[in-house]
């Protein structure tokens, strides 16, 4: 089974299991949802590529390489099953560009690391609890600022290779597991950046850089563990 079709059968599992017909055990955390906010923290780690529009002539190469992201969690409840969200954080991320000019054989590669400042407001709606477990949707935007956005070459100043601000939906599932002492989220979640982030360097060194690419589009997936308080 691929990964994709992989994902989806869990997707699908998640939301079907409430429907089964389920032993009633004990409930932890009985006023954890009626309670107006919560708050907690967020583990995770993250893919993030782009989409890349080359120009005729050229071809270009991506490798995507995994990096991790930190969050803090602010929690409002808006209704019985609907609460919005805001999880400040920091993303660290870096992938391998090459691009080859297919007429003159002339090949370069850019590893460009990128440190976000990510600012994520999200609608979270989840299922009927269903004894210690409650699946849920989670859709929202969050503007993301670029602090590094540059080729990486070790202690030296790097030139940046890509604009600082994008704008990003974000869509995901996730399920909460409530424990004795805490709620536990396991969250799977896609965004996809709006703005054409491509950036021309003046440095010579960036020549087939510039000449090979029209426009670039950041996406993200990025799977997350949540820890949230409670009384």
């Known amino acids: 089974m691929s990964a994709p079709k992989g994902i989806i059968l869990v997707i699908l599992l998640s939301f079907s299991l409430p429907v089964l017909p389920q032993k009633s055990i004990p409930k932890n955390m009985i006023m954890a949802d009626t309670q107006t906010f919560h708050f907690g923290y967020s583990v995770g780690i993250n893919t993030t590529g782009f989409t890349i529009i080359p120009k005729d002539g050229y071809h270009l190469d991506l490798v995507q390489n995994p990096g991790i992201n930190i969050n803090l969690i602010t929690d409002y409840r808006l209704g019985k099953f609907l609460d919005i969200r805001f999880l400040p954080g920091i993303q660290f991320a870096q992938r391998d560009l090459t691009v080859t000019n297919k007429l003159t054989a002339e ?21 009927a609890r269903v004894n210690n477990y409650a699946p849920y949707l989670i859709a929202g935007i969050s503007p993301r600022f670029d602090l590094t956005r540059a080729e990486i070459v070790g202690w030296k100043p790097a030139t940046p290779m890509l604009k600082s601000f994008d704008f990003y939906p974000e869509l995901g599932v996730g399920v909460d597991f409530y424990l004795s002492m805490a709620k536990v989220a396991v969250e799977l979640k896609f965004a996809v950046g709006m703005l054409d982030i491509f950036l021309e360097p003046a440095d010579p060194l960036f020549n087939l850089y510039v000449s090979g690419i029209d426009k670039i589009y950041s996406r993200m997936v990025i799977l997350a563990f949540h820890v949230e308080q409670s009384r």
Do not use: G, H, N, Q
């Open 107 to 127: 090949t370069k590669k850019w590893p460009i690391e990128s440190v976000f400042v990510d600012l994520p407001i999200l609608f979270k709606y989840r299922s």
